[in-house]
C-alpha cells in the first residue's frame, strides 16, 4: 500500500493507497542535503528509511499523520551503495558507520552496539528468519555475522574474477544466489 520515491532533487515522495477509495495520497519531503542512494522499508511496514550522499540515513514512519518529517537522522560512512539494512523485528538500523564496521542503531538513532568487519564494506544485507547479517566486501567475497553474539562468523569466497554485482540468500538461509559484473 506505500511506493517511496527520491527524484534528482533529493526530495522524497511517499504514496499511500487509501484502502476503501483506491485513491492516492502523497506527501514530500526534503530533508536530505544531497543525492538519495537508497530507500527501504522496516519488514513490519511502520517506517522507512533513506540514505543519502551527505552521510546521514533518516528515519520516517509510513504514520501519515506527521506529514512525512524524519523521526531521527543517522550518521554512517557514505559509499557509492550507501547500504543499510532494519533488523528483522524492525526495532533497529543496522549500517556501516567505518570502513570496516557495522553499527546497529535504534530506532531513537542511538548507537547500541558495533562489529568490526574482516574486510571494507561494499553491501550488507539482514537474511530472512535470522539474527545473521550478510556482508559484501571489497574483497569481492561475502561475510557472515551473527547480530546477536555480536561475532564474525567466517566468509563464502568468490568464485569468479569478476565483480560481484549482487547476492540473494533464499528465503531459508540455505542457498546462495550471486551476480557478476560478466554475466
Known sequence: NYIALADSQNIITI??????T????AYKSLE???TIYNIVFSPNTWYFATASKDNTIKLY??????NLKSITS??????????FDFTLDSKNIICSTKENELTVFNLKGEKQYSIKTANPISKLRVLQNSSLVAVQTT??????????????????PSYNSSLLTAFSF???????LLGYEDG
Open 15 to 20: 504514496i499511500f493507497k487509501l484502502r476503501f
Open 22 to 25: 483506491n485513491e492516492t495520497i
Open 32 to 34: 536530505h542535503e544531497n
Open 61 to 66: 514512519s509510513t504514520d501519515i499523520s506527521n
Open 74 to 83: 543517522i550518521p554512517f560512512y557514505s559509499n557509492l551503495n550507501a547500504n
Open 139 to 156: 574483497k569481492n567475497q561475502i561475510e557472515l555475522y551473527d547480530l546477536s553474539a555480536k561475532e564474525y562468523l567466517g566468509y563464502i
Open 170 to 176: 533464499s528465503a531459508e538461509n540455505d542457498f546462495l
